[in-house]
């Protein structure tokens, strides 16, 4: 198969409370596993079989190729955005441009819970790097910020299955308990690091 499904960067269980390993068993286990699944049956004997997800995700027009390999791709991202004993705040060079971008963390993160909240149906909230400056965007489905020229730093997953088997409905609990104890800065610190070296 061309496309795998890559490992967690921790152990199912390792996000509990927060996320228990429930949820990582079907959101990562299920759902991110048939995604996988789907892009190698939509690829099989085709040129895409042999592009990377990323050639896939900005060549490919809306549609049902775009959504599983925008979907395959925006997951390994969100598990890499967390990590057990996150939140907390950036330090080194991020921290200096969210206070620049945004006047401060306090406003960054009401900014970001603000967007999880108000996002209408399934999508993503990610904090990105656009012509320099950090913003905190929306995307609806499988829309992600290479799409729209923009460098992803960190994502928050707000499809309802996310959330639902630890938090029922109640997304704004999910959100204050990933914002506060499980988003990786370190990682957000990395990608911010490479998208300012890039052109
Ligand atoms: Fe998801």
Redesign the pocket.
Known sequence: MAFTLPPLPFDKGALAPHLSAETLEF?YGK??QTYVNNLNKLTEGKPEAKMSLEEIILAAPAGGLFNNAA?VW??SF?WNSLKAGGGGEPAGELAAAVKRDFGSFAKLREEFANAAATLFGSGWVWLVLDGGKLKVIQTSNADLPMKHKQAALLAL?V?E??YYVDYRNARAKYVDAVLDNLLNWDFAAANYAKAIKSP
């Open positions: 959101h759902h991110h979907q925006n997951h969100f997953d499809w299955h996310a």
